[in-house]
Each structure stands twice: as structure tokens, then as C-alpha cells.
């Protein structure tokens, strides 16, 4: 994820969505360590998607049951995701593929990627756009990061999603059930908040002692100033806070 600024914080956040983003527990020299993808391209469609009825429970799950029992689910088809259940209370819970965690996430094509989300409505009008954005671009087979990058840029463009999150925009992400990454800690039981801020010492994260963790929305890599990432999208931060129990009750961690 390159996910923070520094080696004590990033050992310390396993993974997130977007997670639709994700945010994950692995410092550059373990990313040195793992430089071949055990995915390197992407697999036939079939093995990112889900029985329809499993995929709606592990969407719900990623929220209290007093939020998810009454929220729009979305499940992955053939053509992108499409709307299972209707729901009533401006929340919108799914399962995120890998392919839109990060523009250039290195497990990009992991086809054991769940990243059951549940986001409120401010981030289903913002954020969750940009989520079936680079679904649309995966499906249709703009698979390189340059692609990635014009395809979103383009998007903007054309104002298909608003230049910065709305306000208020948050998501959580508390299943047990997920899988965030083949590395350390698969899962990891947190709420996040999505904001235009262009650094993460506006919210005091990644700070010693802070409960705040944060890292780009773009996942651009701190050792990589040059990327394209860090040069040619919009500022998009994600903060995110641990929680201490999954959606079953039971502990999430216990230190």
C-alpha cells in the first residue's frame, strides 16, 4: 500500500478495501521480498466471481446488522456489479475485487480477494463510482496502470464521479470473512473515512501512539515519488481506525 510514512506504522495496518481501497501491513523491504506477482495477469472471470446468495451475506457482513439488514447489496456479474437487494437506508455493502483496491495494488489479480465494504451514502454518490469505474476498465480489459490512470483521469473529465469525496463519506469494513491480502494478517476489522486532504498529518495519522492510520486513496508507493500515481490524480486520502470487535462479537485482536 506503501501505505505510510513510516516502517512502525505500516507494520501495523493489515488491509482495508476499498479497500474498494486496501490498506496493507507490508513495508518496502517485504514488497522487495515478494516482487514476483503470484498473480500476474488476471484469470478468466469465473474465478473472481461468488455464489450470489454467499456474496450477499459476506457484503452484509461487513457492517452491524442494524446498518447492513437495511442497505442496497451489490453483487460482481459478467458486466460489472449489479443491485441484489434494494435497500432503504442510503447504505450500499459489496465485496471488492483486488483489481480495485490500488491502481498498480501488487495482488492486483488475486482472485481470493473479498473486501466486504459497507459505505454510507455520501461515499456511494463519491466514492463508490470510482470503485465501478476501474471495474468497468478491468472487465473491458484495460489491465496495464497506464491505462488505469488514463481511464480514471478521463472519467473526471467527463465529471462521471465529483472532484473530492463528499463530506461525510466513510465506510466500514468489519467482516471476519474477508480477505485482504496473501500477506501478514489477511483481514483487518476497521472503519475508514475518505477525504480530500493532501496529507495525513491534517487528521494527526500515522503519528506515534495515534489510532489513525492513513495512506493515499491511488496507493501511489513512497519509495516511487516519480510515480504517475503521485503526479497525475487528484489528492484522495483514506483514513483509517482499527475497531475492536468483528460483526460476529467476537474480538478482532487482542493488544
Known amino acids: 500500500m506503501r501505505i505510510a510514512t513510516s516502517v512502525g506504522i505500516a507494520s501495523r495496518i493489515a488491509g482495508g478495501v476499498l479497500a474498494l481501497v486496501v490498506l496493507l501491513n507490508v513495508t518496502p523491504s517485504t514488497r522487495a521480498q515478494d516482487a514476483k506477482r503470484t498473480y500476474p495477469k488476471m484469470l478468466p472471470l469465473e474465478e473472481y466471481l461468488m455464489d450470489r446468495n454467499a456474496e450477499i451475506a459476506l457484503a452484509r457482513s461487513s457492517a452491524p446488522a ?59 454518490r463519491s466514492i463508490l463510482p ?14 496495464s496502470v497506464k491505462e488505469r490512470i488514463a481511464g480514471i483521469q478521463e472519467a473526471y473529465a467527463k465529471k462521471e464521479f465529483p472532484p473530492v469525496p463528499a463530506t461525510g463519506a466513510m465506510s466500514y469494513m468489519m467482516s471476519k470473512d474477508a480477505y485482504l491480502s496473501h500477506l501478514g494478517n489477511h483481514i483487518y476489522c476497521h472503519v475508514m ?63
Open 193 to 255: 473515512f475518505f477525504s480530500p486532504a493532501k496529507n495525513d498529518s491534517e487528521w494527526g495519522a500515522n503519528q506515534p501512539d495515534s489510532p489513525v492510520s492513513s495512506t493515499s486513496f491511488w496507493f501511489p508507493d513512497p519509495d516511487q515519488p516519480d510515480s504517475p500515481l503521485n503526479r497525475e490524480l487528484p489528492p484522495l486520502r483514506v483514513f483509517v481506525v482499527a475497531v475492536p470487535k468483528w460483526t460476529d462479537g467476537s474480538l478482532a485482536f487482542t493488544h
Open 130 to 143: 470510482i470503485v465501478n469505474k476501474l471495474t468497468e476498465m478491468t472487465l473491458a480489459g484495460a489491465y
Open 66 to 124: 442494524a446498518i447492513s439488514h437495511d442497505a442496497t447489496v451489490l453483487v460482481l456479474g459478467r458486466h460489472g456489479y449489479e443491485t441484489a437487494v434494494k435497500g432503504t437506508n442510503g447504505f450500499v455493502c459489496m465485496v471488492g475485487r483486488a483489481w480495485a483496491s490500488s491502481i498498480d495494488f501488487f495482488d492486483i489479480w488475486d482472485p481470493k480477494m473479498r473486501g466486504a465494504i459497507c459505505v454510507n451514502a455520501a461515499a456511494a
